[in-house]
Each structure stands twice: as C-alpha cells, then as structure tokens.
C-alpha cells in the first residue's frame, strides 16, 4: 500500500534534519529519537530486520496523537512502493543517523572542538612568531 | 413628556443657535452669547463622549488582561504540579519503587495534557514541549508496565531520570515565560 504522506513527512524530516533546521531529542528507550510538534510528535528508531532468513536493519517512522499513542508507523520495507527513483532504506537510515547526530548534538560539539583546535593553532603561531 | 438626553438636547440648541445667527445676518448680543454657550455645551458633550468610551475601552482592556492573567495563573499552577510529579518520579525511580511508578506517570500525563488544553496562547515551541514530554511519559509509562511483568530491575535508573530532567528544564522555561507575563 503506497503512503505518499508519509513518504512526504520523511523527505522533508530527512532535509530539514540535514539543515540543522530541526532539533531531535533522546528519549527513554535508547536508540529511539524523537522529534515534537504542537499536537503530534514523530520517532525514528530501527531493529534486527523482520524480513526472515536475512540478518540487516529495519528502519522505523512512528507518528503518535496527542495524548502520546501511536497512530501510525512505518518501515523502510512499507515504503518500497514510494519511493521508485531512490532506496527507502537508505533515505530512511540517513534520515534516522542525522536525528541521532541532533539528538546528541554532534554537529554543536564538532562545532566546539574545530574552534578549539583553530584556537590553540593560533596561539601555537603567536609563540612560535615571538621566538 | 419625553425626555430628551442633555447631550442630544444641547446639540439641538447649538445649531439652532448657529442657524439663528446665519439667517438674521451678525444676529444680535443675545443670540451671539448664545451661540458661544452653545458651543461650550457641544465642546462638553464631545469630551464627555470621549471620556466615556475611552472609560470603556480602558474597562474592557482591564477585564481582558485579568482573563488572560487568571488563565497564566492556572497554567502556572498546572505546570507546576507536573515539574512536582517529575521530581517525585525521580525518586521513585531511584527507589525502585516500580509498583508505584504507572499511577504517577498517568497524573502526570494529565497534568501536561491540561497544560496544553488550556487556552494561554502557548507560542509553537512551547506546545511542541508539552506534546513532547507527553509522548515520552506515556513512552516510559508502558515501559515499565512491561517491565513489571518480567524484571524491572533490567531499567535503566540513570537513563529514565536523564529524559525526565531533560524534560523538566524544558517545562521550566515554559512555565517562567508564563510566569513572567502575569501582571505585564
């Protein structure tokens, strides 16, 4: 069954994610990130595959209401139909690898320790010219 | 008899007066004095009319700010029994007190849910908040529903109480924006 909705909530999810315009937080379960609206919130998570005989990941999008019940999630498998011209799982593990690196604000302390390292370059310079 | 408003009835002797002194020419002493009464009446009428409705509009303004404040308060109130029942779940959490854990992760998910539902013109950020903290305690809810049929002891404490803390400043600058406009 095809779900053009949510391929459409995934795409924009996966860009603006990339943008840093979204900020993804940690929740209870570990490995679940979640990001919240006025009356809806999303989760990205992933598990051992249910396709059987293979060993791999499946990729999760979970939508939950306003009093915090899932209303619907999806898979990478669920999505084959979507998405013709690209590989769901791909779109959909990027999209789960970058909520992660904004939940634990990887970008923020990637960020800090550049500015460290050009710092204490600059300073190295500064001796180095007065000797 | 009918009775005629002063402001109305001074309206109608100014311009009787004005028409008087129009249709005679330069009118004489008498209708001249009158016409200058008349417009000091009219000058009166205006200000009284001006002073009333801005009475008005000040009164209604009042009103509104008290309604707004009152709604502020009850969402102060709200936000305040949650962050309580936050701190309480801590504990429980550091107490392994798992059996009592479901009944506070439901009061507390009330708590949020009437934050939100009430009408305290919450920016989208802050609404964001509280539908996050309610999907990550109804989260946690099951979580250790699930875990009390098999082995709480498998929970991770430290884990639990980081979201929970987390979530905690998150409301806290909610309830401190709120806070700050009341009375503003």
Known sequence: MPHPKMKAIIDILQRRTMDDKLVWEETE??????????RYAVRVSKRPTKVSGTTGTDYLVSIYNTEGKLIDEVSDLDMQED????????????????????????????????????????KEEDSGDRE | MVDVPQDSSNANEFLDAVHMFVTTGMGDYASVIGVVIALIGFYITVRKIRRSSSA?????????????DSIRMDLVAESSTALGLMDQIKFLHRQNEWPLLPDKYTALRKALISVKSIDADLTEEQNSIIQGAVVIIRRMESKVEMALQ???????VANLNTVISKQMDALQTVLIAEKYKIGR
């Open chain 1, 29 to 38: 379960e570990e490995g679940f990130y979640q990001i919240a609206f006025p």
């Open chain 1, 83 to 122: 998405y013709t011209d690209s590989d769901p799982y791909y779109m959909m593990k990027e999209l789960y690898d970058n909520a992660r690196r904004s939940a634990m604000g990887v970008q923020t302390a990637l960020g800090d320790i550049l500015k460290n390292l050009e710092e204490s370059g600059e």
């Open chain 2, 56 to 68: 008005a509009e000040e009164a209604s303004k009042t009103v509104k700010k008290l309604r707004e």
């Open chain 2, 150 to 156: 098999t082995d709480p002891a498998k929970l991770d």
